[in-house]
Nanobody
Framework: QVQLEESGGGLVQAGGSLRLSCAAS????????MGWFRQAPGKEREFVGG????????FYSDSVRGRFTISEDNAKNTMYLQMNSLKPEDTAIYYC????????????????WGQGTQVTVSL
């Protein structure tokens, strides 16, 4: 079993930056890729981006590509989401997730989930 815990959410003005962290513990050797998802009120959960664990290959949705960057620190079993040029439409609860599959973008392919952290972007 794998446990995931997000941190780093908060309130930021449009155009600002935030960095989220996702710390993994437990049987982390079972993880092939990690991802970030977000869910805004009244909307479905949306894929943000992901990284092949231990490989560093990252991939993003069109809505955040060029503004968000995902990285990993394998020694700390931690994934990061650096969010720049934030927009009000980025407001959501952000979840990190772990998958046994490589480079997947569908939530159904992720079996390990954190509790989420709130990101609010004001005008």
């Amino acid at each position: 079993q794998v446990q995931l815990e997000e941190s780093g959410g908060g309130l930021v003005q449009a155009g600002g930056s935030l960095r989220l962290s996702c710390a993994a513990s437990g049987l982390t050797s079972s993880i092939n890729s990690m991802g970030w998802f977000r869910q805004a009120p009244g909307k479905e959960r949306e894929f943000v981006g992901g990284i092949k664990w231990g490989d560093g290959t990252d991939f993003y949705s069109d809505s955040v590509r060029g503004r968000f960057t995902i990285s990993e620190d394998n020694a700390k079993n931690t994934m990061y989401l650096q969010m720049n040029s934030l927009k009000p439409e980025d407001t959501a609860i952000y979840y990190c997730a772990g998958s046994r599959f490589p480079a997947v973008t569908f939530a159904e392919n992720y079996v390990f989930w954190g509790q989420g952290t709130q990101v609010t972007v004001s005008l």
